[in-house]
């Protein structure tokens, strides 16, 4: 591997250990052991890489959390202050107001505001159902990581160039599936901090014998979508879920990421019309 993708890679390992336990003591052990860089290295190039100190990492991190929960679950503010890392609710406040300009409480009570969109949705919003409930099985995920925007075509050529690797070692990629991890939720997020993460699914090989970066896809409830078309249009298909099934569903949407698996795409059709993604929004329960 070569140092610039040695780093990079280190760098994804470090991100990945700050997203699942943000909400927890942080260890600066594990932080260098994760890195191979000291803890006063690390924070040269994790703010050289990412634009932002590791602590105003953690600190977005917790504040979008605890957005999201805000958002998808009735749960009250004192609770979703502990469970985001915060010791008490009058600090979370201070945090997020001083974060997204409000405070937590009136930030909840713009949940319509934030979904609904003029453009698409009349004076009566017409339901919009889930095609299926299903749960996916803990999945071992061999993947890439892309920093920007959802929509941006950068994520083709980050995909191109995934494939082509996997390609140059000779894999069979006939028999796997491909999915996408969305880490950020764009009315949340600034699109410069959305994270990706595109994965691959093998059946018929052990990945832990591959040269791969591999992660776990924890086993988890959804409600599934189907988007048919080009990707660029994907939105239109999100801001449906968000401003009618959201608002007529009795099921509570966790704050685990959203997953799309890509069924129909570039390498099986050349019509992009006829590209379809299914949409995994995760739920409790």
């Known amino acids: 591997m070569e140092t610039k993708e040695f780093y990079k890679y280190r760098l994804q390992q470090v991100v990945s250990y700050l997203r699942t336990s943000y909400n927890l003591k942080i260890s600066i052990q594990e932080l260098e052991n994760l890195s191979n860089f000291s803890y006063r290295n690390l924070q040269r190039v994790f703010k050289g890489y990412y634009g932002e100190t590791i602590g105003a990492y953690v600190t977005r991190i917790k504040l979008e959390n605890g957005a999201k929960k805000l958002l998808f679950t ?13 010791a008490d609710v009058q600090t979370f406040s201070k945090s997020f107001k001083k974060h997204f300009g409000i405070s937590p409480a009136v930030y909840r009570s713009k949940k319509e505001n934030l979904f609904r969109n003029n453009k698409i949705i009349e004076k009566q919003t017409m339901p919009f159902f889930e095609e299926k409930i299903t749960v996916l099985p803990k999945m071992e995920l061999v993947y890439t990581t892309f920093k920007g925007d959802y929509y941006s075509i950068k994520i083709d050529t980050l995909w191109n160039d995934f494939l082509n690797e996997v390609e140059a070692l000779a894999i069979d990629t006939n028999n796997v599936e491909y999915f996408g991890i969305i880490w950020d939720e764009p009315i949340i997020s600034e699109a410069i901090h959305y994270n990706y993460d595109a994965c691959i699914r093998f059946h018929s090989i052990n990945i832990s ?6 992660k776990t896809l924890k086993e988890q409830k959804y409600a599934v979508f189907t988007h048919v078309g080009p990707y660029q249009r994907i939105d239109k298909t999100y801001d449906k879920i968000f401003s009618r099934w959201l608002f007529t569903t009795d099921k509570e949407v966790s704050e685990a990421p959203f997953i799309e698996k890509y069924i129909k795409h570039e390498g099986n059709t050349d019509d992009v019309s006829l590209y379809e993604t299914e949409i995994y929004i995760p739920l409790k329960g």
Do not use: C, D, L, P
């Not at 009735?74 to 915060?86: F, H, R």
């Not at 014998?209 to 591999?214: E, G, L």
């Open 74 to 86: 009735s749960e009250e503010i004192k609770i979703i202050a502990e469970e985001i890392g915060y």
């Open 209 to 214: 014998n591959q040269k791969f970066r591999v």
